[in-house]
């Protein structure tokens, strides 16, 4: 996992083609409003998520990882908290479903790092890392964002 501003995180990743495209478009997508949904990048090796919705508070967190993807998960707009853990300490609730590339969890609290982030930084968030994200900072607050997909 790698948490920067977006201005020096392809100082702290290994700079593949695929990351290059990934921060490319992330810096000329910056202080522009993207519509919902999904954008194509490089067909299904690099490709954006835009999203905005309301974090939650309390409960126990949703962990998630991937196998395929890494998700750089950059916030445009309010803050977030995201639960970080290595992938061995989730607990899988629900069976990796190829077809999302996504397998879901859950961690113990002991295992969790939370992560704060604010409108202009990003997680980076590889195979090997177990996240929850969605979480609020206090109280439930809107939030918008872009989860670029990059192909590992």
């Known amino acids: 996992m ?3 501003k977006l201005e020096r995180a392809a ?3 290994v700079q593949t083609p695929a990351f290059e495209k990934a921060y490319r478009f992330l810096m000329d997508s910056k202080g522009r409003t993207l519509a ?4 194509e990048i490089d ?14 508070a309390g409960g126990e967190p949703k962990f998630e990882a991937h196998r ?3 998700d750089i998960q950059y916030i445009t707009g309010g803050e977030e ?25 859950k961690a113990s609290p002991a295992d969790v790092t939370p992560v704060r982030l604010f409108a202009g930084e990003l997680g980076v968030f590889y195979p090997s890392d177990a996240h929850a994200p969605k979480q ?14 990059v192909a590992m």
């Open 11 to 13: 100082e702290q990743t």
């Open 81 to 105: 908290l995201i639960g970080w853990a290595p992938l061995e300490k989730m607990t899988m609730t629900q069976e990796y479903d190829p077809a999302k590339d996504v397998v879901l969890g």
């Open 68 to 70: 395929k993807y890494a």
């Open 136 to 149: 609020a900072v206090g109280k439930p607050s809107e939030v918008h964002k872009i989860v670029v997909k």
């Open 43 to 56: 067909g299904d090796r690099v490709f954006a998520l835009v999203q905005s919705y309301e974090t939650q």
């Open 36 to 39: 919902e949904g999904k954008i």
């Open 2 to 4: 790698i948490v920067a």
